[in-house]
């Protein structure tokens, strides 16, 4: 999968999680990728590879019941043969709302 950054028409890595009432989603943490040379292309690109955390804070405005968030992940992935169409996919993961103040 790529990271960022990426040349233009190739898609990066992304996570999105929509606006929700009471939620505060924050930025997004990616580990580091790391650069690669495709042979045939004068880009580094910049790559994860095998397995992939990213966190993600969010901020309850109050303690509440349990939430679905719906989470929207981008990617696309390559080999050294070629890339495969750009992919998005829906996750609905549960999420208990904690207030800590």
């Known amino acids: 999968m790529y990271g960022q950054p990426v040349p233009e028409g190739f898609i990066p890595l992304s996570i999105d999680i929509p606006p929700r009432a009471g939620l505060v989603v924050g930025t997004p943490v990616f580990p580091s990728p790391k650069p690669y040379q495709m042979e045939g292309l004068d880009d ?49 993961l549960p999420v208990r709302a904690k207030c800590l103040a």
């Open 44 to 92: 580094v690109l910049f790559i994860y590879e095998g397995g992939l955390s990213v966190a993600i804070p969010l901020t309850f405005a109050a303690a509440g019941d349990d939430i679905t968030l719906a989470v929207q992940v981008r990617y696309q992935t390559c080999s050294d043969r070629g890339c495969f169409m750009p992919q998005t996919v829906e996750l609905h």
